[in-house]
Each structure stands twice: as structure tokens, then as C-alpha cells.
């Protein structure tokens, strides 16, 4: 049996704790439940006191979280506005400048650099031109995942070419975070 007089009133306690619930899936879940800091209690297990008493794995978890350029985009892609329209049909330049104001240039520079889209000349003058409908989907799954980080949803299973995009734009990056049972 464990000496417990030789503990620290927090040790103590979480010894205690740990004795009533047997088992404990998420260290960190217990943690933020009875106000411990997991810091703490991290290093109380690897210091060997409870050795022999306790037994615990580690367990990492990667998380995709939005980067400071990803929160200024307030939620939605440069491109993606556009790229939804175009892809319901709407081509007509003077309509689309309507719809989406001063964000047409922003919208049509991001597909532009991507050689997505271009303006038409001659007697189709004033038509954007799809050049890629592959890339203007991709915008679509894109999106789909940047909102998912921005509501804090796990974003692992969406499509990895979308992820990359992201994070190659610095829209988000990983977090890992470390828990332990």
C-alpha cells in the first residue's frame, strides 16, 4: 500500500481519486473535472513515486487548429465566393462585381493565381472564364475544412489535399496534444 502521509495534500488527493475510479480514460479530461493541473500531475506520474501503483500510457492526439492569418479570414477562403458562384453558372462579370462587391478582386485574384479562372475578350468580353472547374470543387472541400477547424470540429478525416492547401497557405497548422489513461 502506498504511504500517503508522505504525499503533498494535492498528491494526495488525486492518489485518492485515482483509487475510486480504477480506471481513467482521459487524464486530462479528469483533470479539468477536479481542478488539477495537468502539469502537475504529468510530472507526479513520472517521478516513479507511484510506481508499481499506477499504471498509464501516453497517448497523442494532432488537432488542426486555425493560424493568426487563418483567423483574419473571418471564415471564409479568398476564392471561395467566387468559386461557388461560377460553379452554380454565373459567369457574367458585371453580375458577379454586384454580388460580391468589393470582394470580386479579391476573390478573382486568389483563382487567378491558381489558373482557375480568366477574363474572356472579344465578343465574350465582360464573361469570367473557367479555365479549372477541378480547382474551384477544391475550394468547396477547402472551405468545408476551414470551417470545420474554425468550430473547433476535428478536421482528420477531410481530404488531406485540402489540409495541405491549408497549411501551405499558413491558414492552419497541427496541435498536438499529449493525454495519458
Given at each position: 500500500m502506498l504511504d500517503l502521509p508522505q504525499l503533498t495534500g494535492k498528491q494526495r488527493q488525486f492518489v485518492q481519486l485515482l483509487q475510486k475510479q480504477q480506471r481513467v480514460e482521459s487524464l486530462r479530461s479528469l483533470c479539468i473535472q477536479h481542478g488539477f493541473d495537468i502539469n502537475f500531475i504529468n510530472g507526479f506520474l513520472r517521478s516513479g513515486v507511484l510506481d508499481g501503483y499506477v499504471q498509464w500510457q501516453e497517448h497523442t492526439q494532432q488537432a488542426w487548429v486555425l493560424t493568426p492569418k487563418g483567423d483574419e479570414l473571418e471564415g471564409q477562403l479568398p476564392g471561395f465566393a467566387l468559386a461557388e458562384r461560377l460553379l452554380q453558372g454565373v459567369t457574367d462579370r458585371a453580375q458577379l462585381q454586384a454580388e460580391l462587391g468589393s470582394a470580386f478582386s479579391l476573390n478573382y485574384g486568389a483563382l487567378r493565381r491558381e489558373q482557375a479562372v480568366d477574363m474572356a475578350d472579344g465578343t465574350n468580353e465582360g464573361i469570367v472564364v473557367v479555365l479549372k472547374s477541378a480547382v474551384l470543387a477544391a475550394y468547396q472541400q477547402r472551405q468545408a475544412a476551414l470551417t470545420a477547424i474554425a468550430k473547433g470540429n476535428p478536421a482528420e478525416p477531410l481530404a488531406t489535399a485540402s489540409?495541405?492547401?491549408?497549411?501551405?497557405?499558413?491558414?492552419?497548422?497541427?496541435?498536438?496534444e499529449s493525454d495519458y489513461s
Open positions: 489540409m495541405d492547401w491549408l497549411q501551405q497557405q499558413g491558414y492552419v497548422t497541427r496541435r498536438i
